[in-house]
């Protein structure tokens, strides 16, 4: 089974994530396949969400490849949500509307949604930021004695900007 295909409470882990944008005005989500595409699909079938599969073909694209596998599907839209869906993220706080909200204000060509965990730099890598919140480094290690280091939920609001900084192919 692919990880965005798992069960939790018997939906799987990709649904649960979609579920924060059932206020956004989002009507699409691309999900982009490479592991077990015909596996997920079934498992998705049942639930009343669109979702458009693309897959990454013959080799893996990661992140990056896949936004670009995409540009035509994304790039009408000002802003657009990246999500991990190998990842589960609980939260009872409008993160949707706060996110996008601060990524107006900044004209940001990608806002992370973080969360506060103890293990940030001691059991895994994080996101160290400054006393503004601009992102000074990502892993393990604290860059500065003045950072922040946050958990990156897997969550992202990318700008269509983002187009200028990647490949034009995987």
């Not at 103890?118 to 992102?135: E, L, R, S």
Request: hydrophobic share 40%; net charge neutral; with cysteine.
């Amino acid at each position: 089974i692919p990880k965005p295909a798992l069960p939790i409470l018997n939906v799987p882990m990709i649904f649960w994530n979609a579920i924060y944008f059932r206020k956004s005005q989002i009507q699409n989500t691309v999900v982009n396949t490479f592991h077990l595409e015909d596996v997920l699909r079934e498992r998705l079938s049942d639930y009343d969400h669109h979702f458009v599969f693309s897959s990454d073909g013959k080799e893996v694209l990661g992140t990056g490849g896949g936004i670009a596998n995409n540009k035509d599907l994304l790039i009408n839209s000002e802003d657009f949500w990246v999500i991990n869906g190998d990842g589960f993220f609980l939260s009872d706080v409008d993160f949707v509307s706060l996110a996008e909200k601060r990524h107006q204000q900044t004209g940001a060509i990608c806002t992370l949604v973080v969360t506060d965990h103890p293990g940030v730099g001691q059991q895994f890598g994080g996101v160290w930021v400054d006393a503004f919140g601009k992102v000074l480094a990502i892993g393990k290690n604290k860059p500065q004695e003045a950072a922040r280091g946050f958990h990156f939920t897997g969550f992202r609001v990318l700008s269509r900007k983002i187009f200028h900084h990647l490949p034009t192919h995987g």
